[in-house]
């Protein structure tokens, strides 16, 4: 992966550096020990690395505007972290960068059940979030697998979704307001505890843009009623086409399950081995689950289970109790880190039109035979948001390299068939040089204007998102 040359004169200047944030920050604040520093050189794309110049952790939004203040002045470039659990790279610092981690500011500033809102510090993980609210009855409905770890302002910034995003949205459909600290240390609100905002709509802008626009300190959030019953429903089937069509059909028939996720053989071998979910040793697995009261349940299944029968299921087995229905899912989430025990892997993530999906499957397994690497599929099929797992050794040269080669493919095939190069885990710098592909030059221009406006001297989380070919010109005009 290349990556911009680290500027020298900033590298040099780190005792300075660091000496002006010691000076301007509680004790406590800034790191810059590289034996400290350690945890920091990657995120969840950990096959990147790189130590930073010191690491930041703020405990209010005041403090992060007197850091970034002081960056400003000295042209230091910034990455902001939440809990460095992207796999695009997101938060991968460059060796000229401080990293501005919120991960201390997790407190609930404010709960209004009336108004269903809850306004947290960013640094707060998800699943803290729900934690706050369940015992009135309330969640909060965007839940990536890694909700125990991720924290809001991650969340905000790739504009996450996760298994039930299928019916509730991602995190910009539950997003209200933020409070964000510019580059040059102003604090400014978006948004509110409010449905829409007059003026332009910028809090759209900010969810999902990775880090390079502002510093999200605070975030008011849409709480939803815990729904009176979930209850899911395992289909097997002998083919990922078939699995693909039945998904495809389901949809199209205007039923609105909760979640619709998909395994293939692969997936379901390593999970059984993994965690013993009792699932059948078919070529692909779909769980559908829906949400309601016991009569809402049954009519939606209904429709689901005649579907599934039309397509001729190898298994199809319904939950009609909790512990069955957690058994349903123990696979399911377990997946990734069963697929883990078995190498190492790189988790891609794009997003195609539902109807595509029996296409794109079998050509993704074409594409595992041309590159001989073997690819798991695990994802969240009812909103097209594809997860392939790229099986490589790490330790083999080349490998990394090839599992990249194969990987590009397979996001440019979900261009090709009009879907996107990501569905929730963002660009970073996964799949930033891929942008020429979803994107004309006209159209890249525009996106990094706005990042002209909010950040002139490019200064926030650099090497992201925009091709380094693209964005050349600014960065050396911003030095
Ligand atoms: C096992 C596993 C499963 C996962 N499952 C899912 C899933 O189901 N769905 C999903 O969407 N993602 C998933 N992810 C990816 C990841 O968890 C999400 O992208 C998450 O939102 C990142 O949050 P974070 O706090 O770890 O952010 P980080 O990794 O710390 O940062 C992510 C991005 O946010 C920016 N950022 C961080 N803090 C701020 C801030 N305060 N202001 C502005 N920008 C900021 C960073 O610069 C970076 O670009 C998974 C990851 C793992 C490891």
């Avoid at 002045?73 to 902001?80: A, D, F, G, L, R």
């Avoid at 979910?277 to 779909?286: F, N, T, V, W």
């Avoid at 790229?390 to 009009?418: H, S, T, W």
């Amino acid at each position: 992966m290349e990556m911009p040359v680290p500027d020298a004169a900033i590298i040099s200047g780190k005792d300075r550096i660091v000496a002006r944030l010691v000076a301007a920050l509680p004790p406590g604040t800034v790191i810059s020990d590289p034996a400290e520093t350690l945890a920091y050189e990657c995120d969840g794309l950990a096959a990147y690395s790189c130590a930073p110049l010191a690491v930041i952790l703020p405990r209010t939004t005041a403090e992060v505007s007197a850091a970034l203040k002081i960056c400003h002045e000295m042209s230091v470039p910034v990455v902001p972290r939440g809990a460095g659990t992207s796999l695009a790279g997101g938060a991968t610092p460059t060796a000229d960068c401080v990293i501005l981690g919120i991960a201390r500011m997790t407190e609930v500033l404010e709960v209004d059940l009336d108004s269903r809102i809850i306004r947290v510090e960013t640094g707060r993980t998800n699943l803290a979030v729900t934690g706050a609210v369940e015992e009135h009855g309330f969640f909060y409905a965007p839940d990536p697998s890694s909700q125990l770890a991720c924290a809001i302002a991650g969340n905000i910034a790739m504009n996450s979704g996760g298994a039930h995003c299928l019916k509730y949205g991602v995190t910009t459909n539950n997003l209200l307001g933020v409070t964000m600290v510019m580059m040059d240390g102003t604090v400014t609100e978006i948004g509110g505890a409010y449905l829409d905002a007059g003026g332009l709509d910028l809090l759209a802008l900010i969810c999902g843009s990775e880090g390079q626009l502002g510093v999200v300190t605070e975030a008011t959030l849409r709480i939803l009623p815990k729904p009176e019953g979930a209850r899911p429903v395992l289909i097997g089937y002998d083919s990922n086409e078939v699995a693909g069509a039945c998904v495809s059909d389901i949809i199209k028939a205007g039923v609105l399950p909760v979640a619709i996720e998909f395994m293939d053989r692969p997936c379901i071998r390593a999970t059984e081995a993994f965690a013993n979910a009792g699932y059948p040793d078919c070529e692909a697995l779909l769980i559908v689950e829906v949400e309601g009261s016991p009569a809402e349940i049954d009519e939606q299944f209904a429709i689901i289970l005649e579907i599934a029968r039309r397509h001729d299921p190898v298994e199809l087995r319904q939950s009609a109790s909790p512990e069955e229905s957690a058994r349903i899912w123990l696979g399911r989430k377990s997946a990734f880190g069963a697929m883990g025990q078995m190498g190492d892997y790189m988790c891609l993530d794009g997003t195609i039109p539902v109807s595509q999906l029996p296409f794109v499957l079998r050509r993704i397994g074409e594409l595992s035979d041309e590159f001989g690497l073997k690819v798991g599929n695990v994802f969240h099929a009812g909103d097209g948001n594809m997860h392939p797992l790229i099986l490589y050794d790490a330790n083999a040269p080349g490998q990394l390299e090839l599992c990249e080669a194969m990987g590009a493919e397979i996001l440019k095939l979900c261009v090709e068939v009009g879907g996107c190069l990501t569905g929730e885990h963002g660009v970073g710098i996964e799949k930033r040089d891929l942008m020429t592909y979803q994107y004309a030059p006209e159209d890249l221009e525009i996106q990094m204007a706005v990042k002209d406006v909010f950040d002139p001297g490019w200064l926030l989380n650099p090497a992201k998102v925009f091709p380094l070919g693209a964005s050349a010109a600014r960065r050396v005009a911003a030095e």
